[in-house]
T-cell receptor, first 115, second 112 residues
């Protein structure tokens, strides 16, 4: 089954404790991206990657890091989480960055709480 | 910077009604526009994608239209059902091709 898998589904942590949220897709997609969803603000793009070893900032990259060492994986790293990073996070992927008709597929989300 | 607005923020209708959800965007230089459905606590599921060169797309009871010049898209849902209750979001792919911009969504409640 084609899917984007995020882990963990829920995460509670404390300020300053480094964490990683994993994302993996099995569709051989070139493009992957991370979003955060906050009430009243909608989804905002954090980082995206066009292919292995190619990443770039979205609209809200501060406090986050990403890496793309393999095509299928795109982890999101919070080196020193703060309470304002409490949010619902989504990973997404699509194929063929040069095509205009490729849909965006989403993972189920990670609800992060930073105390 | 691209801004995407969805009106209304919430909508409650009786079962069987036809309804229209609206999405507007400020920069007409887009590659495509997608409509998504989000159920509580779940991820987003793509419903329809309209390329910038297209005017509309249809899937079952759903019809999405795009007027790029005026920066507007509508999602038409025919004969609504309680199972259609969810939040509907639109997103444009534009500017830098690899950036997506989302609206805040319309929360739809279809009453039996």
């Amino acid at each position: 089954e084609a899917q984007v898998t995020q882990n963990p589904r829920y995460l509670i942590t404390v300020t300053g404790k480094k964490l990683t949220v994993t994302c993996s897709q099995n569709m051989n997609h070139e493009y992957m991206s991370w979003y955060r969803q906050d009430p009243g603000l909608g989804l905002r793009q954090i980082y995206y990657s066009m292919n292995v070893e190619v990443t770039d900032k979205g609209d809200v990259p501060e406090g986050y890091k990403v890496s793309r060492k393999e095509k299928r994986n795109f982890p999101l790293i919070l080196e020193s989480p703060s309470p304002n990073q409490t949010s619902l996070y989504f990973c997404a992927s699509s194929s063929k960055t040069g095509a205009t008709n490729e849909k965006l597929f989403f993972g189920s989300g990670t609800q992060l709480s930073v105390l | 910077k691209q801004e995407v607005t969805q009106i209304p923020a919430a909508l409650s209708v009786p079962e069987g009604e036809n309804l229209v959800l609206n999405c507007s965007f400020t920069d007409s230089a887009i590659y495509n526009l997608q409509w998504f459905r989000q159920d509580p606590g779940k991820g987003l599921t793509s419903l329809l994608l309209i390329q910038s060169s297209q005017r509309e797309q249809t899937s079952g009871r759903l019809n999405a239209s795009l007027d790029k010049s005026s920066g507007r898209s509508t999602l038409y849902i025919a004969a609504s059902q309680p199972g259609d209750s969810a939040t509907y979001l639109c997103a444009v792919r534009g500017g830098n091709f690899n950036k997506f911009y989302f609206g805040s969504g319309t929360k739809l409640n279809v009453k039996p």
